[in-house]
């Protein structure tokens, strides 16, 4: 029945507890167009399961809809139950295509189009669930979705010092001056 005089929380642990793992697979091809471009077109996928989540279970459904949290058990707050009840996909596509030029360039881009999905983002300490009773209702797009990604690169060797011997060539020559740019769509408000 608690502490007399105080509601204090609590954290537990499923007796049942099971480590998670995750299943990813990958599928590639690439081709060569001519001129010097190389085309790219990768799919890979990743489903974590098992994966652990913490959840108060001293909550019921409509509890906080005065405002006040009256809990299942009175005498405790909030008792967080750790589970490995929570699952996780991903799935994701990538066209790239690169391009070497004679003088030492190279440029490269990357579209991606993915999706993630779970059923609980936890960054820290507990998630809040809608309903504890009903952890599947919780599927939805993970807080750490991207939709769209487009990532550009370019490179350039930089001749300066190549043909130059000795410490000459070994400190100043060989370097290579790159920039890169990365646009995606924002995070979803979970």
Do not use: C
């Not at 799935?91 to 881009?109: D, E, H, K, N």
């Not at 009773?133 to 939805?140: F, P, Q, R, T, V």
């Amino acid at each position: 029945n608690g502490v007399i005089g105080a509601r204090v929380a609590l954290t537990t642990v499923d007796e049942n507890l099971i480590n998670p793992y995750t299943h990813n697979w990958f599928f590639g091809v690439q081709r060569d167009l001519g001129l010097g471009v190389v085309a790219e077109f990768n799919y890979l996928g990743s489903a974590g399961r098992n994966l652990y989540n913490a959840y108060n279970i001293n909550r019921y459904v409509g509890d906080l809809l005065d405002g006040t949290f009256n809990g299942f058990n009175p005498s405790f707050q909030q008792i967080n139950m750790v589970t490995s009840t929570s699952k996780s996909d991903y799935q994701g596509a990538t066209i790239q295509l690169r391009r070497r030029y004679q003088q030492g360039f190279t440029v490269q881009g990357a579209y991606t189009f993915g999706k993630a999905m779970n059923d609980a983002d936890i960054a820290v300490g507990t998630t809040n669930f809608q309903d504890a009773a009903d952890l599947g209702a919780e599927w939805a797009i993970a807080g750490y979705d991207v939709r769209h990604k487009l990532a550009l690169l370019g490179v350039w060797e930089m001749p300066f010092f190549n043909s130059s011997t000795g410490l000459t060539r070994t400190l100043l020559g060989g370097w290579q001056l790159a920039g890169s740019a990365i646009f995606q769509t924002g995070n979803p408000i979970n």
